[in-house]
């Protein structure tokens, strides 16, 4: 069920919005294969009718299951948006849509829940669980590959240009 906002209500006094919405109602599920989104958004916003805006106070909090791009341990990534601030616009070119006098905030909640979203998701900010990688820190130094292998710097190496 989307977050709405009666504008008829909003006329009288301000309306607070206290409650939880699903991924799959957020339109939100698994945006990416390293982050799953499988617990609901919970919000309180206090939303007020100022002119032709509304204005939207509160908080969100959202928990995402991650798993480390470094080490793919699972972890949880929790988002906390307190304060949160939002402006609706209810005319103008980027104005919401009003269905029966009612105003949809879902999908402006989604883009701030987005933008929070890690772009790559670390367990920890020191991981350092990545195996060692077998070339030089040198550009362009030659090493050996693992069990004495040739690398690929050989091969290039054997090239003549006139």
Known sequence: MPITVNLRH???????LEGEISPHE?????PDEMIHTREPLRY??????????LLVEGKLDFN???ECVRCLKPFKFPIKIDPYNLFVPLEGE???????????LTPYLREDILL?????PLCE????RVPESTGSKEFGTPTKGAKGEKS???ELNKLKFK
Do not use: M, R, Y
């Not at 909003?10 to 607070?16: E, F, G, I, T, W």
């Not at 957020?26 to 698994?30: A, C, F, M, P, S």
């Not at 900010?125 to 350092?128: I, L, P, Q, R, T």
């Open 26 to 30: 957020l339109d939100v599920e698994d």
């Open 125 to 128: 900010a020191e991981c350092d």
């Open 64 to 66: 995402l299951n991650c």
């Open 152 to 154: 690929a710097w050989d």
């Open 94 to 104: 980027d104005k919401a849509p009003i269905n029966n006098d009612l105003v949809d």
């Open 44 to 53: 309180d916003l206090e939303v007020e009718q100022s002119g032709n805006t």
């Open 10 to 16: 909003l006329a009288h006094k301000n309306v607070q």
């Open 116 to 120: 929070a979203f890690p772009q790559h």
